[in-house]
């Protein structure tokens, strides 16, 4: 198969094979048969310029330049790119792509620095962390911070052992990602991290040796010995002085306020707290992977930080008819039989038994954990009400560099999101190949919509609540500043320095007319609202950051009059389009094992702005509808595309990479071999999702060999059983009598 390297070959699918030349030798051998091949030729030739030249497709050097990336770069609608007569936007050939997993195959041995020059120093411990004693971080935040006890009975400050490491520099050749920028979004990108100096410090089962540069060799830690609660709860208390620890009143209340003045407190504002939810259920499998990547998240956002996180397990009992909220015994059982012992104490129970009492309103057939996995979250957040943000942690997320560094970059970026043009932004995905930097994607997007709103127009910016219609204002609707009407009166200036009331990590799109799965999904609104139903937003993925005030007006939506409720991917995001919340989707980098044109990762990805070009309807709004659209990359029928990305529900690069991550095989590239020739393998950060059920690779060549051994005992036995059964038949048809 041909592989395409550049937006032109790209768009000439239909041009000849690459051996043509070969074939006009072995055919012309005559005159006439040398004219004819000219002929056609030359008007294929004609024909090929007059369709590709007004699109402005510029070659790229080895197809991996970027190609539309240039800062500064704003495009208008003649810019964009439009497919072929043969492009099939159902099923793009988007495995002709040229591909780029050999560009993954990165070690430790193979990083160059930002001056191109390759390193030969070790690896380094990597601290992420605000310098908490500076005065300027005292002079802005209330309380002293005091360094907390890790998990080998050493404050962290002086544990070298319980520290993450990692080596400078970024491998060479490695990809870009053509779908966002996690250095927009403030991370680090010029650090790599392998898997001892990443997770060593988590659990001392990782296969392979240590790299010859390794910053520390950690110590044992008898984990089933040690009590994540209770290191927590220490830490909390020797950093009190520094958090509001009172809890969030619920949004209605008299003493409710949107925005607390905190900025406007005398000595310093408290430091806000966010609690980690893992997700999981009875039944779960704890493989050494997931409980170092727990350990992990533990000590990198809660004890490292001195409390501005808290982590704590709520686990699903599929079995409704264990009365685990009236039978201490039972509940504790339950624990002691699903749970790791080391996280026992921050282990929380629910089963679905529970929602017919909390939540009556919710359709029975919709309080099930897919349908509905926020009402656990909201039924954990009135029980601990004192957290500013709640992130729900899914157990099947993976991320290669350090965990504080990535929440308190994503809380940075949202924070400093203006409100003009944000939810238009959320819709599309980022993409800087095509858009250039982030303030000329923002300036790009505000110009397709209208500031002031007129009469016949589909495109005006959403600014404050979208309410459904009829549905009336709350007085805890985000209503925007006095003076501002519309998008036009505000310069970019709404929401900058407000915390966001929900992160994700996908666009928000409208999936009204998708073909997005549960679409339909929403419950006791109007049916005058039909067919389209309210207006909402869908995100893939879950992993989500939600405040205290979103998920408090989630429940009062369930449990008030008419009791509106959504499908789990809708429900935040339409509540905070409701009520004029701040919701924000942070592009982070997503990596695929194919190279994307821009123009062609912009026509896939952010499909509905495509329509408006191609397809003049005007069922369409003029500006388009960035990632929704009839033509939708999250239909069942195109969401292939992102089957061989990093941050997918369902996709296997992911999986690829990190299992070479953690010293597997794959392919030939990774495991035991390939590191003693290429070094260790390491990956700068990254987001990757579903990881599922990973084991280290030792622990699973034993866990085959155990299959394998108990597969041979079973074909043993059954053989064994066969011939005892044919002697008995025998046995019988001797004696004249039926066997037993």
């Given at each position: ?127 992420p962390y605000p310098h908490y004693q500076s005065d300027e971080y005292r002079r802005r935040y209330k309380g002293t911070f005091t360094p907390c006890v890790g998990p080998r009975g050493k404050r962290l400050n002086e544990s070298l052992d319980d520290s993450v490491s990692g080596y400078d520099g970024m491998p060479k050749n490695f990809p870009n990602a053509p779908l966002g920028s996690s250095r927009v979004l403030g991370l680090d990108q010029s650090v790599c991290f392998e898997r001892h100096g990443r997770f060593g410090a988590y659990g001392s089962s990782l296969s392979g040796g240590r790299p010859k540069h390794s910053a ?525």
């Amino acid at each position: 198969m041909r592989l395409l390297d550049t937006d032109e070959e790209f768009t000439m699918k239909g041009c000849p094979p690459l051996n043509l030349r070969d074939r006009v030798r072995s055919w012309a051998f005559t005159k006439k048969r040398y004219l004819m091949l000219v002929t056609v030729f030359t008007l294929f030739t004609v024909a090929l310029l007059a369709r590709t030249a007004p699109h402005k497709l510029r070659s790229l050097h080895f197809g991996l330049q970027e190609d539309l990336g240039r800062p500064g770069v704003v495009f208008s609608a003649e810019d964009e790119w439009q497919p072929s007569s043969d492009w099939d936007p159902v099923f793009p050939v988007y495995t002709d792509f040229m591909p780029l997993e050999d560009r993954f195959a990165s070690s430790i041995k193979n990083l160059t620095t930002t001056t191109n020059s390759f390193r030969t120093t070790g690896a380094h411990e990597y601290y992420p962390y605000p310098h908490y004693q500076s005065d300027e971080y005292r002079r802005r935040y209330k309380g002293t911070f005091t360094p907390c006890v890790g998990p080998r009975g050493k404050r962290l400050n002086e544990s070298l052992d319980d520290s993450v490491s990692g080596y400078d520099g970024m491998p060479k050749n490695f990809p870009n990602a053509p779908l966002g920028s996690s250095r927009v979004l403030g991370l680090d990108q010029s650090v790599c991290f392998e898997r001892h100096g990443r997770f060593g410090a988590y659990g001392s089962s990782l296969s392979g040796g240590r790299p010859k540069h390794s910053a520390n060799s950690p110590s044992d830690v008898h984990w089933e010995d040690l009590n994540w609660a209770e290191l927590q709860s220490k830490c909390i208390a020797e950093n009190a002085d520094r958090f509001n620890m009172l809890p969030r009143p619920m949004p209605g209340k008299a003493s409710y306020q949107k925005h607390p003045p905190d900025s406007h407190r005398e000595n310093g504002i408290f430091k806000s707290r966010s609690a980690i939810v893992f997700r999981a259920y009875d039944g779960f499998t704890y493989t050494e992977d997931m409980l170092r990547v727990m350990r992990s998240v533990i000590t990198e956002l809660a004890l490292g930080s001195g409390g501005e996180y808290e982590a704590f397990l709520l686990v699903e009992v599929k079995d409704t008819e264990i009365p685990i909220f009236d039978d201490p015994d039972a509940y504790e059982q339950i624990v002691e039989k699903s749970v790791p012992k080391e996280f026992h104490n921050m282990t929380i129970l629910w089963s679905t038994a529970l929602w017919g009492k909390l939540y009556p309103k919710v359709p029975e057939h919709a309080r099930n954990v897919h349908a509905s996995q926020w009402l656990p979250v909201k039924y954990f957040a009135t029980k601990h009400p004192n957290f500013d943000h709640y992130w729900n942690w899914e157990m099947d997320v993976r991320y290669t560099g350090h965990h504080y560094e990535l929440l308190e970059a994503l809380d940075n970026w949202t924070r400093n999101q203006p409100r003009k043009g944000l939810w238009e932004r959320n819709s599309r995905f980022y993409i800087p190949t095509f858009h250039g930097e982030f303030s000329d994607f923002r300036d790009y997007i505000q110009s397709r919509y209208q500031d002031e709103p007129t009469a016949n127009r589909e495109d005006i910016s959403i600014w404050g609540p979208h309410l459904p219609s009829g549905q009336t204002s709350t007085p805890f609707d985000d209503l925007p500043p006095l003076g501002t009407p519309a998008p036009a009166n505000d310069n970019f200036t709404w929401g900058v320095g407000e915390e966001a009331d929900l992160i994700t990590l996908l666009p928000m799109f409208n999936p009204d007319t998708t073909h997005y799965s549960m679409k339909g999904a929403f419950y006791n609104y109007p049916t005058s609202l039909l067919p389209a139903g309210p207006p909402r937003r869908a995100t893939i993925i879950t992993f989500y950051r939600l405040s205290h005030r979103l998920l408090s007006t989630m429940h009062l939506e369930n449990t008030h009059d008419p009791g509106h409720h959504m499908s789990s991917e809708q429900w935040p995001q339409s509540v905070a389009l409701h009520h004029g919340f701040k919701a924000v989707y942070a592009p982070h980098s997503v990596y695929t094992d194919k190279y994307w044109p821009a123009k062609a990762a912009n026509f896939i990805f952010n499909n509905g702005d495509a329509q408006r070009i191609i397809k003049a309807s005007g069922d369409i709004p003029p500006a388009g509808e960035g990632s929704g659209g009839w033509e939708s990359v999250y239909g069942l029928d195109r969401e292939h595309n992102f089957h061989m990305s990093t941050w997918y529900y369902r996709t296997d690069f992911a999986t690829r990479l990190y299992k070479r991550l953690l010293g597997y095989d794959v392919d030939g590239v990774g495991g035991a071999a390939w590191e003693e020739k290429h070094g260790t393998f390491c990956l700068p950060p990254m987001l990757l999702h579903q990881i599922k059920e990973i084991d280290d690779p030792t622990n699973e060549s034993a866990h085959n060999a155990a299959e394998a051994e108990a597969k041979a005992n079973e074909e043993a036995f059954q053989k064994e059983k066969a011939e005892s059964e044919i002697k008995a038949l025998i046995a019988a048809s001797e004696s004249g009598r039926t066997p037993a």
